[in-house]
């Protein structure tokens, strides 16, 4: 595993640190005081554009880096879900490994795989027992519906 840097761990740190705080029910309410405040102290300013502009200024750069900071966060957090999945679907010996990496897959791709799950869940409900499990992989004698998939994939590698 590569060595994170001082500051690399340092920055981390600090979003995490920031994000964490930014969604805290306090945190919402100080802000709402401080706006509150703001809006208060407009009357003794008389609604100057200096007394906008602060306001302005402080909104427009809170938000641009919270954008940013709830992105890193999002990113982070969608890579350990997926992570997280990838190893159920690998520990799972009925699971097809192909959807390890589902998440490298073209919209395309997705959508074919999707209706594949779509179509075998009619497939299921015609089964005797609710508890029998199918996978992509799987080989089903009653219907070709992996067979259909995995054609439609290839057209699709092969249009791109």
């Known amino acids: 595993m590569p060595q994170r840097s001082n500051f690399s761990h340092a920055i981390e740190n600090a979003t995490s640190g920031i994000v964490l705080f930014a969604g805290k029910t306090s945190t919402v309410l100080i802000i709402l005081i401080l706006v509150i405040c703001w809006g208060i102290s407009g009357f003794f300013l008389n609604f100057s554009s200096r007394w906008q502009m602060v306001i302005e200024i402080a909104s427009s750069v809170i938000t641009i880096l919270m954008v940013f900071l709830i992105l890193k966060s999002q990113n982070k957090d969608s890579l350990s879900i997926q992570l997280k ?15 390890v990496n589902v998440e490298g897959m073209t919209e395309e791709e997705l959508m ?28 089903h004698e009653e219907h070709s519906i992996k067979k259909e998939m995995e054609q439609e994939l290839v057209e699709v590698k092969k249009a791109e």
Do not use: C, P, T
Not at 87 to 92: D, F, K, M, R, T
Not at 116 to 129: C, N, P, T, V
């Open 112 to 139: 074919i795989i999707q209706k594949y799950y779509s179509r075998l869940g009619e497939f299921a409900k015609k089964q005797d027992s609710l508890q029998q499990s199918h996978s992509i992989d799987e080989v």
């Open 85 to 99: 999945l990838n190893e159920l679907v690998a520990a799972n010996e009925k699971a097809s490994n192909r959807l």
